[in-house]
Protein backbone atom coordinates (compact mmCIF):
# COMPACT_ATOMS: atom_id res chain seq x y z
CA UNK A 1 0.00 0.00 0.00
CA UNK A 2 2.86 2.26 0.34
CA UNK A 3 3.72 2.46 -2.83
CA UNK A 4 -0.05 3.61 -4.06
CA UNK A 5 -0.46 6.01 -1.80
CA UNK A 6 2.85 7.51 -2.90
CA UNK A 7 2.08 7.34 -6.98
CA UNK A 8 -1.40 9.15 -5.33
CA UNK A 9 0.43 11.77 -3.73
CA UNK A 10 2.22 12.91 -6.75
CA UNK A 11 -0.75 12.83 -9.09
CA UNK A 12 -2.34 14.71 -6.31
CA UNK A 13 -0.29 17.59 -5.58
CA UNK A 14 0.70 17.95 -9.39
CA UNK A 15 -2.90 18.63 -10.46
CA UNK A 16 -3.62 21.08 -7.64
CA UNK A 17 -0.60 23.10 -8.73
CA UNK A 18 -1.58 26.71 -8.70
CA UNK A 19 0.17 29.52 -10.30
CA UNK A 20 1.32 32.45 -8.57
CA UNK A 21 1.28 35.86 -10.51
CA UNK A 22 3.65 38.32 -9.57
CA UNK A 23 2.30 41.61 -8.50
CA UNK A 24 2.50 45.07 -10.67
CA UNK A 25 5.56 46.60 -9.51
CA UNK A 26 7.36 50.01 -10.47
CA UNK A 27 10.84 49.70 -9.82
CA UNK A 28 13.24 52.58 -9.70
CA UNK A 29 16.77 52.71 -10.69
CA UNK A 30 19.76 54.89 -11.04
CA UNK A 31 21.87 54.35 -13.92
CA UNK A 32 24.63 56.80 -15.09
CA UNK A 33 24.17 56.78 -18.78
CA UNK A 34 25.82 59.34 -21.06
CA UNK A 35 24.90 59.13 -24.25
CA UNK A 36 21.91 57.74 -26.53
CA UNK A 37 23.71 54.27 -27.12
CA UNK A 38 23.96 53.31 -23.59
CA UNK A 39 20.26 54.98 -22.91
CA UNK A 40 19.59 52.51 -25.82
CA UNK A 41 21.45 49.50 -24.33
CA UNK A 42 19.73 50.04 -21.22
CA UNK A 43 16.15 50.48 -22.30
CA UNK A 44 16.24 47.39 -24.69
CA UNK A 45 17.95 44.89 -22.32
CA UNK A 46 14.53 45.49 -19.61
CA UNK A 47 12.72 45.69 -22.46
CA UNK A 48 13.07 42.49 -23.38
CA UNK A 49 12.72 40.59 -19.85
CA UNK A 50 9.69 39.17 -19.71
CA UNK A 51 6.35 40.99 -17.59
CA UNK A 52 7.90 43.96 -18.49
CA UNK A 53 4.89 46.46 -19.40
CA UNK A 54 6.86 50.02 -19.97
CA UNK A 55 9.91 51.22 -19.59
CA UNK A 56 11.08 54.89 -18.68
CA UNK A 57 14.58 56.45 -19.19
CA UNK A 58 15.15 60.24 -17.85
CA UNK A 59 18.85 60.84 -18.92
CA UNK A 60 19.31 64.11 -16.73
CA UNK A 61 18.48 62.21 -13.30
CA UNK A 62 20.31 58.78 -14.06
CA UNK A 63 16.75 57.11 -13.72
CA UNK A 64 15.42 54.13 -14.96
CA UNK A 65 11.47 53.48 -14.55
CA UNK A 66 10.21 49.45 -15.06
CA UNK A 67 6.42 48.92 -14.37
CA UNK A 68 5.31 45.26 -14.58
CA UNK A 69 4.95 41.91 -13.48
CA UNK A 70 9.00 41.87 -12.63
CA UNK A 71 11.08 41.09 -9.45
CA UNK A 72 13.24 44.19 -8.61
CA UNK A 73 16.15 42.08 -7.85
CA UNK A 74 15.92 40.56 -11.63
CA UNK A 75 15.93 44.28 -13.54
CA UNK A 76 18.43 45.02 -11.39
CA UNK A 77 21.16 42.27 -12.39
CA UNK A 78 19.58 42.42 -16.09
CA UNK A 79 20.79 46.52 -15.72
CA UNK A 80 24.46 45.29 -14.43
CA UNK A 81 24.60 42.45 -16.91
CA UNK A 82 25.11 45.93 -19.36
CA UNK A 83 27.93 47.05 -17.95
CA UNK A 84 26.51 49.72 -16.41
CA UNK A 85 26.91 50.99 -12.68
CA UNK A 86 23.23 50.05 -11.38
CA UNK A 87 21.66 50.53 -7.93
CA UNK A 88 17.93 50.80 -6.70
CA UNK A 89 16.69 54.77 -6.77
CA UNK A 90 18.02 56.22 -3.25
CA UNK A 91 16.13 59.34 -3.26
CA UNK A 92 12.60 60.52 -1.91
CA UNK A 93 11.16 64.04 -3.02
CA UNK A 94 12.29 66.27 0.17
CA UNK A 95 9.21 67.10 1.18
CA UNK A 96 8.31 63.70 2.46
CA UNK A 97 11.40 63.43 4.49
CA UNK A 98 10.86 64.82 8.52
CA UNK A 99 14.47 66.54 7.97
CA UNK A 100 15.93 67.01 4.57
CA UNK A 101 19.18 68.84 4.94
CA UNK A 102 20.08 65.91 8.14
CA UNK A 103 23.39 64.83 6.99
CA UNK A 104 22.88 61.58 6.65
CA UNK A 105 20.24 62.78 4.12
CA UNK A 106 21.25 65.57 2.15
CA UNK A 107 23.41 64.71 -0.79
CA UNK A 108 24.57 67.15 -2.88
CA UNK A 109 24.62 64.66 -6.21
CA UNK A 110 21.15 63.94 -5.51
CA UNK A 111 18.42 65.78 -8.45
CA UNK A 112 16.87 68.87 -7.51
CA UNK A 113 14.04 67.75 -5.01
CA UNK A 114 15.15 65.02 -3.74
CA UNK A 115 17.14 64.05 -1.00
CA UNK A 116 18.75 60.48 0.13
CA UNK A 117 16.49 57.90 1.38
CA UNK A 118 17.44 57.79 5.29
CA UNK A 119 15.54 55.63 8.10
CA UNK A 120 14.42 58.67 10.61
CA UNK A 121 15.31 56.91 14.15
CA UNK A 122 11.84 57.34 16.80
CA UNK A 123 14.20 58.31 19.09
CA UNK A 124 15.85 60.95 18.12
CA UNK A 125 16.25 63.99 20.30
CA UNK A 126 14.10 67.04 20.19
CA UNK A 127 15.29 70.20 21.82
CA UNK A 128 12.28 71.89 22.54
CA UNK A 129 12.28 75.80 21.81
CA UNK A 130 11.07 76.25 25.64
CA UNK A 131 13.81 74.90 26.88
CA UNK A 132 16.08 76.84 25.10
CA UNK A 133 15.19 80.44 26.05
CA UNK A 134 14.21 79.16 29.78
CA UNK A 135 15.90 81.39 32.48
CA UNK A 136 15.98 77.48 34.58
CA UNK A 137 18.31 76.56 31.61
CA UNK A 138 22.17 78.05 32.30
CA UNK A 139 23.19 77.15 28.86
CA UNK A 140 20.06 79.55 27.81
CA UNK A 141 20.48 82.65 25.17
CA UNK A 142 21.22 85.25 27.12
CA UNK A 143 20.25 88.21 24.66
CA UNK A 144 17.39 89.94 26.32
Not at 20 to 42: A, F, H, L, N, S
Not at 95 to 101: D, E, R
Not at 125 to 133: H, K, M, S
Request: hydrophobic residues 30%.
Amino acid sequence: MGVLDHFSDLCSTSSTRKSKRKPMQTVDIKVKMDCDGCERRVKNSVSSMKGVKSVDVIRKQSRLTVTGYVEPNKVLKKVQSTGKRAEFWPYVPYNLVAQPYAPQAYDKKAPPGYVKKVVQSPNAPVERYTTIFSDDNPNACSVM
